[in-house]
């Protein structure tokens, strides 16, 4: 069984720049949430896709965007990088029988300069 | 006031002692309760996941749910070294409810046990 994966793992950008991170779901998983995890905290959940819709957002700005696509797997956009987006951001996969049970991926750190 | 409170640590402890980890919470809604175990520079991993009141175990850890007191708890019996980890509770409603499938963590309690 593939566990969740996430890519890059590293990335630095500029105030204003526009990123996106990538995450492949665990195999059979039809679900995926995205959580930003700021130095010193718990993540906090930005928003879930479920059948490439979304499916729920937290307290984030529109300039946080996301996609999935037909195989399950899923994007996420930041507009307008500003410098407190700098945090690892985490992918979690899951059923959408069984939401609360969520696997998460390894993250990726954005630093924002 | 956060919804979820977890007192960040840090707790160091020696190896072979029981450890308590604890959350509270404010919202009634919440009806899922996970731990999760987040090593260094990691993706949070699953631990212990309990519906509703009770307790459950798994081996060297137990997870307990109070509803009424609005209180988690998350015990490790004979810790080892391998057990340091940040340590974080989640929670989130029930289907319907529209946290379902959201989950809200605390901040996270960082665990230190030394040989």
């Known amino acids: 069984e593939t566990g969740v994966t996430q890519s890059p793992t590293h990335l630095i950008k500029t105030r204003g720049q526009q990123v996106t991170l990538r995450c492949s779901s665990q195999?059979?998983?039809?679900?995926v949430s995205w959580y930003q995890q700021a130095l010193g905290q718990g993540p906090q959940f930005i928003f879930q896709?479920?059948?490439?819709?979304?499916?729920g957002r937290g307290n984030f700005p529109p300039r946080f965007s996301g996609l999935q696509f037909p195989n399950y797997s899923s994007e996420l956009n930041v507009n307008a990088l500003e410098l407190d987006d700098s945090a690892l951001y985490l992918c979690?996969?899951?059923?959408?029988?069984?939401?609360?049970?969520?696997?998460f991926g390894p993250g990726t750190r954005l630093t924002v300069l | 006031q956060k919804e979820v409170e977890q007192d960040p640590g840090p707790l160091s402890v020696p190896e072979g002692a029981i450890v308590s980890l604890n959350c509270t919470y404010s919202?009634?809604?919440?009806?899922?309760f996970m731990w999760y175990r987040q090593y260094s520079r990691k993706g949070p991993e699953l631990l212990m996941y309990?519906?509703?009141?009770g307790n459950k175990e798994d081996g060297r850890f137990t997870a307990q749910v109070d509803k009424s007191s609005k209180y988690i708890s998350l015990f490790i019996r004979d810790s080892q070294p391998s057990d340091s980890a940040t340590y974080l509770c989640?929670?989130?409603?029930?289907?319907?409810?529209?946290?379902?499938?959201?989950?809200?963590f605390g901040q996270g309690t960082i665990l230190t046990v030394h040989p």
């Open positions: 979690a996969s899951s059923r959408s029988e069984g939401l609360n049970t969520q696997y």
């Open positions: 195999s059979g998983h039809n679900t």
């Open positions: 896709y479920y059948r490439e819709e979304e499916n």
């Open positions: 919202n009634s809604a919440f009806q899922y």
């Open positions: 309990t519906y509703s009141s």
């Open positions: 989640a929670m989130s409603a029930d289907a319907g409810g529209t946290s379902y499938g959201k989950l809200t």
